[in-house]
């Protein structure tokens, strides 16, 4: 089998498979449900990996996620809030199809507004959305924290199903003793909340949140029932730089493969992989395979990046094919519509992404 043409996301079977079978193993020694988040992989195949050792469903970020993986796993967790009508409707048609599908709220005025686009007879599960500080979603407070659980619960089309407490900002924090310390803070607030809840007769039966850079933490602290980690699957440039701890060392899946179109100068030539190939919001890829280690790419525009060689380095001839190891994989993999399948170097065919994209509202 020929290699795929470039530019193209390539996933790395064996890799993938390894990270899957220790995050599983890591949460279930734990005592810890594991919801993979599907907005990294955003792939029917994959969710179903996860689901085969253990995941008790997975988490998506957008409607359209859950409608393109709805199925794929055993329920769905939708982690942002939604809030108008529309969208309403699109839930209210999982309900109707009967998949196991649950949402978040942050505000008293979406409980009535879910209940009342839910068909006769439909029950949602409804979990309270907490923010830990970050300032990004969810109620404030503890004492909003059991307000909306109040309200959820007593909804008659509606089931309490717990909170969401995601610290999206300190996953990346490089120093595992540094995240210990923000997720150490964060959770006494955390803690705060569950007890409020408890003192209402609230006590949330599942506690969900945590991600690749945090699962350790949150393992040891014993607050969360439920990991959402997403990006362990794949792994990134930027993941690569954090000390993670817990089941790590998780290995790089996932990378995308560009070639050398123009070498008409010396100390660089020009790949075809540039901003529509690569997420560009954490900084250039790293060059793994093709080209001298010591490489830095650039970003030169949408279609081009430049690949800067070390003094003395052997130019790559126009035609040869570069590694690059992404920087930040689940808008990398937002980028592209399938990825290209290898195992020990050689291709085994192609996966849809189903759940790229945006979806718009169409
Ligand atoms: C709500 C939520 N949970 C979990 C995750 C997974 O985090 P990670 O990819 O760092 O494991 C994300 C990622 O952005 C998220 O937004």
């Not at 990294?40 to 195949?45: G, P």
């Not at 979406?110 to 839910?118: E, I, M």
Request: aromatic share 4%; charged share 15%.
């Amino acid at each position: 089998m020929t290699l795929p043409p470039t530019p193209c996301l390539v996933l790395d079977l064996d890799a993938l498979e390894r990270n899957i079978a220790r995050m599983g193993a890591y949460a279930a020694a734990r005592g810890l449900a594991l919801r993979p988040h599907a907005k990294t992989h955003k792939s029917r195949m994959i969710a179903g990996l996860q689901a085969r050792v253990g995941a008790v469903g997975i988490c998506c970020a957008t409607l359209h996620e859950a409608e393109q993986l709805a199925g794929a796993a055993p329920s769905i967790l939708l982690t942002s809030p939604v809030v108008t009508p529309d969208k309403f409707a699109r839930i209210a048609a999982f309900v109707a199809g009967g998949v196991d599908l649950a949402v978040v709220v942050d505000h008293p005025n979406s409980v009535p507004a879910l209940a009342a686009a839910l068909p006769s007879g439909g029950r949602l599960r409804v979990l309270v959305d907490v923010d830990p500080g970050g300032g990004r979603t969810g109620v404030a407070r503890a004492q909003d924290a059991v307000a909306l659980a109040s309200a959820i619960a007593a909804h008659d089309q509606l089931t309490y199903g717990g909170i969401q407490h995601y610290c999206g900002s300190d996953q990346h924090i490089p120093a595992l003793a540094d995240r210990r310390s923000a997720i150490t803070a964060r959770n006494a607030k955390l803690a705060e909340t569950i007890a409020a809840l408890s003192a209402s007769g609230l006590t949330p039966q599942v506690v969900t949140g945590g991600g690749t850079g945090t699962h350790g933490i949150d393992a040891e602290a014993g607050l969360l029932t439920e990991l959402q980690c997403g990006s362990y699957i794949f792994m990134d440039q930027d993941y690569g730089a954090c000390e993670l701890g817990g089941a790590a060392p998780f290995e790089q899946a996932l990378t995308v493969h560009a070639t050398v179109v123009s070498a008409n100068h010396p100390g660089f030539v020009t790949l075809d992989a540039g901003i529509k190939a690569i997420a560009s919001d954490a900084g250039s890829p790293r060059v793994l395979a093709g080209a001298h280690p010591d490489s830095r790419y650039a970003f030169k525009g949408d279609e081009f990046g430049q690949l800067d060689l070390p003094d003395g380095a052997e130019r790559p001839a126009i035609g040869s094919r570069i590694v690059l190891m992404p920087s930040h994989c689940d808008p990398t993999v937002n980028l592209h519509g399938a990825y290209h399948l290898m195992r020990s170097g050689v291709p085994e065919g192609l996966w849809p992404a189903q759940g790229r994209g945006y979806g718009g509202d169409i």
